[in-house]
């Protein structure tokens, strides 16, 4: 395999949490090359699971999408040091309004290598306990609605185009497999 390495960067747009960087390239021939990436601070998505077997979505405006998505609570890694679990148990809280009492890693991610640096962290939330009230960050959050769907589900979602975003969908299936694997152990 032919190495890389990035002999130069140089910053075209930094943004409350992103930055645009032009990074300039060099394989091991010496041929050089730039690329345009953009520097995201890591993502968290929680598949919030309630005890007898549905998951809580949220329906949000996504202004990159230009409509609104079905996704599971998710959040920037934007808090300095915040392990990705905590910031998980904050996105449940903060979006669906309940506490997990049992978060489990599902999956870790890069989001669009292609161009992104976005690394994504995917937990199941379990053990569900309702909070007494949520607060709203953005006025995206403030206008969310949390919908219930059985796990059972979620094929016919993914099919039907409903769920569109690539960390839920990878989520909700692992999610599924987990919820499912005792119940296939005893068969």
Not at 27 to 42: E, K, L, N, Q
Not at 57 to 68: I, K
Not at 73 to 96: F, I, Q, S
Not at 122 to 150: G, K, Q
């Amino acid at each position: 395999m032919t190495g890389f390495r990035v002999v130069d960067t140089a910053t075209r747009v930094r943004s409350t949490f992103l930055e645009l960087v032009e990074a300039t390239i060099e394989s091991d021939d010496g041929d050089t090359f730039t690329r345009t990436i953009v520097r995201h601070p890591g993502a968290v998505t929680v598949v919030p699971i309630t005890d007898d077997g549905d998951v809580l979505l949220v329906r949000q405006y996504r202004a990159a999408a230009g409509r609104d998505i079905l996704e599971a609570p998710a959040g920037k890694r934007d808090v300095h040091g915040e392990p990705p679990e905590e910031t998980g148990r904050r996105e449940l809280e903060e979006e669906v309004g309940h506490r997990a009492g049992r978060m489990v890693l599902l999956a870790e991610a890069f989001t669009s290598p292609g161009f992104c640096d976005e690394y994504a962290y995917i937990y199941a939330a379990l053990d569900l306990t309702p909070l007494a009230s949520t607060y709203a960050a953005t006025a995206e959050e403030a206008a969310m609605t949390v919908e219930r769907f059985p796990l059972a589900e979620v094929d016919d979602l993914i099919a039907r185009r409903d769920l569109v975003d690539a960390t839920t969908i990878v989520g909700v299936l692992l999610a599924r497999q987990l919820v499912d694997a005792p119940r296939d152990a005893d068969r």
